[in-house]
């Protein structure tokens, strides 16, 4: 792909607030290369939605995210509301805490980042569509409940600490493990049990730098479902010694599925983590929409 125009959309609070620094730091990739670029600041939560739900594409190669997991979740949920369908594909340069997505596509360098999406190179980006009772919301990386929500929720209250808040989060959530009740139905498959936490994952990793999701691909088609129900305290931090690399996977607590879609009804109403930002509760159906829009890729 020849890329001669990008739309540009930044956020300067997300992670350390160094976005406008790193868009800085790549500039002379994209000049070098010939390059225009339209560059568009968000002023506050959502504007990044509004932004792409909006901008005019005719003249665009592609769109870019300086930031975080949640400014790239706001900028596919632009793209999809709206009324056409998108082509361009999107590229995220990591500014911000957990940058999941960015570490699934082996994008951790912002400068490596903008040289991969200067090269052209995109690949189909599988959607989640989550129905909510309230709304309707689209994620790229991970739809969570139960104790991953939980986690999410405290490391919000320590975000003083950056990226090792997600681990301090989630040591807290092990010691204290909560169950709640709930009907899981995957694919055509339901459920009734206890349970820990389910997590759809898109990509591989979560958090900051949990491999939560070893086998998950982008644009396979599929959502990797992690299952966990009853699990005593020292299963759980088995499984936390071993999910940054992966080797979680033989463990007999954790359960995984491939699927096109699930849904949870649980006792009461439960906060749902969508792309690490805490939108609406449970009941909930979620739903794969495959290739719904490209990403950028090595």
Same mark, same amino acid.
């Given at each position: ?228 129900? %009853?699990?005593?305290?020292? &299963? ?8 940054? $690399? #992966?080797?979680?996977? *033989?463990? /007999? ?6 699927? %096109?879609?699930?849904?949870? &009804? ?8 969508? $792309? #690490?930002?805490?939108? *609406?509760? /449970? ?16």
């Amino acid at each position: 792909m020849n890329v001669r125009r990008l739309a540009v959309v930044v956020n300067p609070r997300g992670g350390k607030r160094n976005g406008l620094r790193v868009l800085e730091r790549v500039l002379p990739i994209f000049d070098a290369a010939g390059i225009e670029l339209e560059v568009y600041v968000t002023e506050r939560a959502g504007h990044a939605t509004e932004i792409a739900r909006t901008l005019g594409l005719k003249s665009l190669s592609g769109i870019c995210a300086v930031g975080g997991d949640g400014t790239f979740h706001e900028v596919a949920n632009g793209l999809m509301q709206r009324d056409e369908s998108i082509s361009l594909p999107i590229g995220i340069i990591p500014a911000g805490t957990g940058n999941s997505v960015a570490q699934h596509l082996q994008f951790d360098d912002p400068m490596e980042a903008a040289r991969r999406i200067v090269a052209g190179r995109f690949q189909p980006l599988d959607v989640v569509r989550v129905a909510l009772q309230d709304r309707v919301i689209h994620c790229v990386n991970i739809v969570g409940w139960g104790a991953v929500s939980d986690i999410n929720v405290t490391a919000e209250k320590i975000r003083f600490m950056g990226p090792v808040r997600y681990t301090v989060a989630a040591l807290r959530h092990i010691l204290t493990p909560k169950m709640r009740r709930a009907t899981l139905v995957l694919d055509d498959i339901t459920t009734t049990d206890d349970f820990l936490f389910v997590m759809a994952c898109n990509t591989k990793y979560t958090g900051a730098g949990m491999k939560l999701a070893p086998e998950a691909e982008v644009g396979d088609g599929k959502l990797d479902v992690v299952v966990i129900r %009853r699990v005593s305290r020292w &299963q759980m931090l088995r499984l936390f010694m071993k999910v940054f $690399d #992966g080797s979680h996977v *033989g463990l /007999s607590c954790i359960e995984f599925h491939q699927v %096109r879609s699930f849904s949870i &009804q649980s006792d009461i109403a439960d906060r749902m983590n969508c $792309d #690490g930002e805490m939108k *609406g509760n /449970s009941p909930m159906t979620a739903t794969l929409i495959p290739s719904a829009l490209s990403v950028f890729v090595r």
